[in-house]
T-cell receptor, first 117, second 114 residues
């Protein structure tokens, strides 16, 4: 089955330090991978995606993610964390719907990022 | 653009009552998704519409749940009868083209069934 895993329930980092939120995937074929962020009492917001091309993908709010095929990973990174980055982060992968020609997204469980002042 | 609009934002109801959640997708988007989010189960896809037609409803928990999309600008998710275990945040999302494109989420409806 096509899936993503986020091994950390929570990541703690001090403001100004680099941050990494981990995601690994399991898919057949070429993966389409996404990162979303959810602030309290809000819907998910798209950050970035990888479909093909450069393994380093840049997204919103200074975030970037590195696609690593050999490690089947798509970790989210930011060089310098802000307190306002504190939120719930979701990794997602495109999943085909069998015999339909359509696809949807399957989301990981989410990782809470807490950035301390 | 106003983004994806959901109503109501909060709903509190008693067990056994009918609940109807509403969604207006972003104009021009042809795909619409209903999700349910709980602490225990995370974010679950309930149903996916493309061009107003249900493509995948395998995530709908049981017959008490039903969803419709009568036109490109409106969708409903109905629970009848509601049960306490249906308490969750329900999100609607839309996109231009299925799973290859970024989805735009509404603010969600927080449902509490007592």
């Amino acid at each position: 089955a096509q899936s993503v895993a986020q091994p950390e329930d929570q990541v703690n980092v001090a403001e100004g330090n680099p941050l990494t939120v981990k995601c690994t995937y399991s898919v057949s074929g070429n993966p389409y991978l996404f990162w979303y962020v959810q602030y309290p009492n809000r819907g998910l917001q798209f950050l970035l995606k990888y479909i093909t091309g450069d393994n380093l993908v840049k997204g919103s709010y200074g975030f970037e993610a590195e696609f690593n095929k050999s490690q089947t990973s798509f970790h989210l990174k930011k060089p310098s964390a802000l307190v306002s980055d504190s939120a719930l982060y979701f990794c997602a992968v495109r999943v085909p719907i069998l015999n339909s020609g359509y696809s949807t997204l399957t989301f990981g469980k989410g990782t809470m990022l807490l950035v301390s002042p | 653009d106003a983004g994806v609009i959901q109503s109501p934002r909060h709903e509190v109801t008693e067990m056994g009552q009918e609940v109807t959640l509403r969604c207006k997708p972003i104009s021009g988007h042809n795909s619409l998704f209903w999700y349910r989010q709980t602490m225990m189960r995370g974010l679950e896809l309930l149903i996916y519409f493309n061009n107003n037609v249900p493509i995948d409803d395998s995530g709908m928990p049981e017959d008490r749940f039903s969803a419709k999309m009568p036109n490109a600008s409106f969708s409903t998710l109905k629970i009848q009868p509601s049960e306490p275990r249906d308490s969750a945040v329900y999100f609607c999302a839309s996109t231009q083209g299925g799973g290859s494109y970024e989805q735009y989420f509404g603010p969600g409806t927080r449902l509490t069934v007592t």
